[in-house]
């Protein structure tokens, strides 16, 4: 095994064992139990983290946060499982700690996050998709890689700092030197361990990576473009200072044309004006 391929793997194993961190919360800990058993009913899991009143508050500010532009305040989680789907609500709690350290890891990526979010729900609107609250969801969790990294790598996750800053590389790029496999990959292999749905899943791995071919490639285009977007806008920061590259296919996937992709860029400007560019 080459030397980046062993420290690829290190990263994977750490993210094996997360469950074991010493800073996971022991309600978090049982919902990851849950969710590993077959036997678990959406009703029942939605109970557990109903009992956990510091968890639901979290998980109901988050919803309410603005992420996804809901008209009506959320108040219960049995009305977010509603409104967002379970999967969705599942990946919000298991994800909370991540989201909490996001403006420690990096500052600008809790805004940057936030507005991918509601970037997606805006692409998902102008394309008629189903899946609208899945993509915002998506477009939160895009970037957990860089927190998960942060917190179990400190020292390497600033040497990448450090890279970035030295080689203007992009932060995805700088992390593939240190790490062997960028945030993309980190931020998927731990929604899968929690067993989230590809349909979520696929997104946060390919974002950097987008290819036609792979499964829910139209959700990843999304996520994809929204990230570009973002950052084209300045809305927060990833990290680094440069734009990754709008893959073409990912646009001829959408099937957008200028013209829509202009249209989606207004709506950001009249609708994300909360969110600071930096
Ligand atoms: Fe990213
Ligand atoms: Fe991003």
């Given amino acids: 095994m080459d030397e980046l391929e062993a420290k690829k793997d290190r990263v994977r194993q750490h993210l094996e064992r997360a469950n074991n961190l010493p800073t996971l919360p022991v309600v978090i800990a049982r919902v990851i139990g849950m969710v590993d058993s077959p036997q678990t009913s959406s009703r029942q899991l939605g109970d557990e983290i109903a009992k956990d ?10 919803v309410n946060s603005g992420f996804y532009g809901f008209s009506r305040p959320i108040s219960t989680i049995t009305h977010a499982v509603t409104m967002l789907g379970f999967d969705a609500v ?12 996001m403006e420690e890891a990096l500052p600008g990526l809790w805004e940057h996050s936030l507005a991918c979010a509601r970037t997606c729900g805006f692409i998902a609107e102008q394309l008629g998709l189903d899946e609208v609250e899945e993509l915002s969801v998506s477009g939160l969790l895009h970037d957990l890689g860089k927190v998960v990294l942060f917190q179990g790598f400190a020292e390497e996750f600033h040497q990448v700092r450090a890279l970035v800053e030295t080689r203007d590389l992009l932060f995805f790029q700088a992390e593939e030197q240190v790490f062997g496999a960028h945030h993309g990959l980190a931020g998927g292999w731990l929604l899968e361990k929690w067993t989230l749905p590809g349909k979520l899943v696929a997104p946060v791995s390919d974002h950097h990576d987008f290819r036609p071919q792979r499964s829910h490639a139209e959700c990843t285009a999304v996520v994809h473009l929204a990230d570009v977007l973002c950052r084209a806008e300045a809305l927060g920061r990833g990290g680094d200072r440069k734009i990754p590259q709008l893959q073409p296919a990912a646009v001829k996937l959408l ?24």
Avoid at 53 to 62: E, I, S
Avoid at 90 to 101: H, R, T
């Fill in 255 to 278: 099937d957008l044309g200028m013209e829509e992709i202009r249209k989606i860029m207004e709506r950001m400007d009249a609708e994300l004006d909360d969110i600071p560019r930096m």
């Fill in 90 to 101: 599942k990946g919000l709690v298991l994800s909370c700690s991540a989201l909490e350290d």
């Fill in 53 to 62: 009143q510091v968890l639901t508050a979290k998980v109901l500010k988050l």
